[in-house]
């Protein structure tokens, strides 16, 4: 079987899926494209993600040649091996031309997470509907989405509500981190990627600086798995001269979340992992000015981040592009910082979005569906 994942977040919900696998077949030969998490899970990586993982629009072209190559050695991988069964997961602009690929070959595609057809590209459906044996989706409203267009589909819940846990005390965290437990202490997460560190993370230091000749305060910045953390250390010295308390810690994301007072968080999966924290919260993004245009032009949705979308209102602010910065994150922290009654209804909405991910378990599902596709596959080939 062929699992496919193109970023930190499929790789790691690839690897729990390898491991459910597991647990249902017994022995089965995994192989296809991941990270560090599925190769330790004991998926067989001929393609590592890094070797796909792009962001942003316009910086597509210059990984295109790259990108070329991890597909077509993908394809050699399945002409060589001929898997009974593919799992697609998220990474839509690579995952549905190799779902073509792999319909040409009469291998059937199991597809996890979801495209966001609803916020961009909606032209897609035609060639889910064409190319994908069974949609898995994460999140509740997509299931119409799909049974609408007539393909078979799914949803199995969001694999974060039973992975979002913290592990340490709050005095064993502050320990660890170097932190007061007396002073205000606000979480910092510029993205899991360079690129966007490079965008997202002076202006935070900025506000840092700003809310620091006003208050004691302190921060905290988690290193995403797929940053290098001296990498990020390095750029902390080398774009930051202020005074504020900014300190680094590694693998602990969630006890970063749980444990501070408020987050800026960058657009993306960590939005939910922070509602999923009850962790008040300021989003925030930048990309290059010709990405955000053309960004601006093919989606169409009333709000950026996965937490307001759910919510359907601006439960939390979001601060994009020429909106972000300095000034605007500060203030908008120091708010919630000087309004505990605002951070307590915060809290408490998104509380209420967790029901909107689904009860846990959703690896499990999503295991079943898989083993349930390879059985029909199976009966279908072993059919005289």
């Not at 999140?139 to 989405?145: G, P, Q, R, S, V």
């Amino acid at each position: 079987m062929m699992i496919v994942a193109g970023e930190r977040s499929g790789d790691v919900y690839g690897a729990g899926l390898a491991v459910a696998l597991r647990e249902r077949l017994g022995s089965v030969e995994l192989f296809g494209c991941g990270g560090d998490a599925m190769r330790q899970a004991g998926v067989e990586t001929t393609v590592d993600a890094h070797a796909v993982a792009v962001a942003g629009i316009v910086e597509v072209v210059s990984a295109l040649p790259r990108v070329y190559r991890a597909f077509h050695a993908l394809l050699a991988e399945v002409e060589r091996r001929r898997p009974q069964l593919a799992v697609l997961i998220d990474f839509p602009d690579f995952n549905l031309r190799l779902a073509k690929r792999l319909k040409r070959r009469n291998i059937p595609v199991v597809y996890f997470v979801s495209p966001q057809i609803w916020a961009w590209r909606p032209g897609r459906m035609k060639q889910i509907k064409a190319n994908v044996t069974r949609m898995l989706c994460i999140f509740d409203f997509e299931e119409d989405l799909y049974r609408q267009a007539g393909v078979p589909v799914e949803y199995v819940g969001h694999p974060l509500v039973d992975a979002v846990k913290p592990h340490l005390t709050r005095e064993e965290f502050f320990a660890r981190a170097g932190l007061d437990l007396t002073t205000p202490t606000v979480a910092l997460l510029p993205g899991s990627r360079q690129k966007e560190v490079a965008y997202n993370l002076p202006p935070m230091l900025d506000a840092a600086t700003r809310l620091t000749a006003t208050r004691k305060i302190q921060f905290v910045i988690p290193v995403a798995a797929t940053l290098n953390p001296l990498w990020l250390e390095s750029t902390l010295l080398e774009c930051y001269v202020g005074r504020a308390t900014v300190r680094t810690v590694t693998s602990a994301t969630y006890d970063v979340l749980h444990h501070s007072d408020v987050a800026v968080v960058a657009s993306g999966t960590a939005t939910l992992e922070a509602a999923l924290c009850e962790r008040p919260m300021v989003v925030v993004y930048r990309v290059s000015p010709l990405t955000w245009m053309i960004g601006k032009l093919l989606v169409k949705v009333p709000f950026y981040s996965m937490v307001n979308l759910l919510a359907r209102k601006p439960l939390v602010i979001e601060l994009m592009q020429s909106d972000f910065n300095a000034q605007n994150v500060a203030a908008q922290v120091e708010y919630l910082l000087d309004h505990p009654e605002a951070r307590t209804a915060m809290a408490e909405e998104l509380r209420a979005l967790r029901s909107r991910l689904g009860p846990g378990g959703a690896i499990g599902r999503a295991a079943d569906a898989v083993v349930n596709a390879l059985m029909a596959s199976r009966a279908t080939f072993a059919t005289p």
